[in-house]
């Protein structure tokens, strides 16, 4: 209330925000132990979780002021996700609930940055931001030719109507090369404007030959992910941040993510095949992230607030920023965007002590890096934008240390929710200050933001 008057008068405050609590579903592959469930309903898991651990604090639900939410394939049956899963989660009706969905890849680190926002100019003390992402259940779509007809079916006013209007429409359900269903996970996945799918944006980044990338170079980068995850899984690390999921329809408990190969090696990913140019690519679903459901939570507060009630903090969500690149190499976005927060801030990439750069696609993350280290091609690829000179390089032990997308898994709207979790929870047993979070975003767009642990 402080704040709110303060601003009324033209006083300019800005808080700190804070991270009390951060914590995720285990992350399983497209069509294992998550199908059956859609997202607002693993959201609504997170959501129940999340109120468990505020009344272990005696914090009221009612004392979160509103959620936001990530998820990008929207489902049919809940266009708001984030408002049916804070509901069916146990969160009173009166707290006021928003979907973000249109920075697709990027959209998790959007809501925090959203959130933080609305703490930071007093308009809430308390936000809740989710991520949730039910990739299995992405619907396929009937051609119209035969979707007219389903609905005249269903329309169908007499016996005869019906059974006339079937006898056209089976003919056509059948015919699957002249009226072949449209598939909505590979269409999500298309970007419009250059009317490619996103394996093939990574594709033109593993064929640039300024970049000078080989297949046995992401295939190498792909390896190192696995191995790190299951090493990380072994020494008890990303456990930190996972909570065992109970999954009803199969009444079982799903404890860790699913997608780890611990028998990642050279000989294994030589013999995957390229699947978005079979004759002359390199980018194959071994050094490509995994298609991947699950959810995710973090509560973000007023600093102030966080330290009156005695509450836990995590870390501190500090600056953002996001940039717009070419469609068709969408995933060097996240070069524009670190570029953009290193000029805001006056930082330099030697000042974090961590740095997770989403696994997209192995090419997206060497082509990202052998950018920033290199002013030659900071000005063949980001001149036009007034970048010519290096960032630097990121040390090899600091970028994605415990694994990333490509071994884990990437449920689009939740990424951006794990990497900031996982940043903090590596900072703290680190006991260091400062990370660094990026991921390119479908569409041609970049986003990055700091998060910090005093």
Request: proline share 6%; hydrophobic share 40%.
């Amino acid at each position: 209330m402080r704040a709110l008057l303060l601003i009324s008068y033209g006083v300019s405050i800005m808080r700190n925000v804070v991270v009390v609590e951060g914590f995720r579903t285990p992350f399983c592959k497209e069509g294992t132990d998550f199908r059956e469930i859609d997202a607002d309903v693993l959201g609504a898991w997170v959501v129940r979780e999340m109120i468990a651990r505020c009344h272990r604090w005696n914090l009221p639900p009612s004392t979160i002021d509103c959620v936001l939410g990530s998820n990008v394939a929207t489902p049919m049956h809940a266009v708001n996700p984030t408002r049916v899963a804070a509901v069916t989660g146990g969160l009173p009706p009166t707290i006021p609930a928003d979907t973000v969905a249109g920075k697709n890849c990027g959209s998790g680190v959007t809501a925090l940055y959203y959130a933080s926002l609305r703490i930071r100019s007093g308009d809430v003390d308390t936000a809740l931001v989710i991520g949730m992402e039910a990739m299995s259940r992405i619907p396929i779509a009937y051609d119209r030719a035969v979707a007219d007809l389903l609905l005249k079916y269903g329309r169908a006013r007499t016996p005869r109507e019906g059974v006339m209007t079937a006898l056209t429409l089976i003919p056509k359900l059948l015919n699957l090369k002249r009226y072949p269903p449209r598939v909505g996970l590979v269409m999500g996945l298309t970007d419009p404007m250059c009317d490619l799918i996103m394996g093939q944006t990574a594709e033109n980044i593993a064929k640039d030959p300024s970049l000078s990338m080989t297949r046995e170079e992401q295939d190498a980068f792909s390896i190192r992910s696995h191995k790190l995850a299951a090493q990380a899984w072994k020494r008890g690390l990303l456990a930190e941040e996972v909570v065992p999921m109970f999954v009803p329809e199969r009444n079982s408990c799903v404890e860790r993510d699913n997608g780890i190969r611990e028998d990642a090696d050279q000989m294994a990913f030589r013999d995957v095949k390229p699947v978005f140019d079979r004759r002359h690519g390199s980018v194959t679903p071994a050094n490509s992230s995994q298609i991947t459901d699950a959810a995710a939570a973090m509560l973000l507060m007023d600093e102030d607030k966080a330290k009156s009630l005695g509450l836990p903090i995590l870390g501190y969500v500090k600056d953002y920023a996001d940039f717009g690149y070419e469609p068709s190499c969408m995933g060097l976005a996240p070069v524009g965007a670190i570029a953009k927060l290193l000029s805001k801030t006056g930082l330099t990439l030697k000042d974090f002590a961590v740095c997770e750069i989403n696994e997209a696609f192995a090419s997206v993350v060497l082509g990202i890096t052998r950018i920033l280290g290199s002013s030659s091609l900071m000005e063949r690829k980001f001149g036009r934008y007034g970048w010519t000179e290096r960032l630097g390089e990121i040390p090899p032990d600091d970028l994605n240390p415990h694994g990333g997308a490509i071994a884990l898994g990437h449920p689009v709207g939740v990424s951006g929710l794990r990497l900031a979790m996982t940043s903090l929870f590596e900072l703290k047993r680190r006991n260091a200050e400062r990370a660094l979070i990026s991921m390119c975003v479908g569409g041609g767009q970049g986003v990055a933001m700091i998060v910090e642990r005093k």
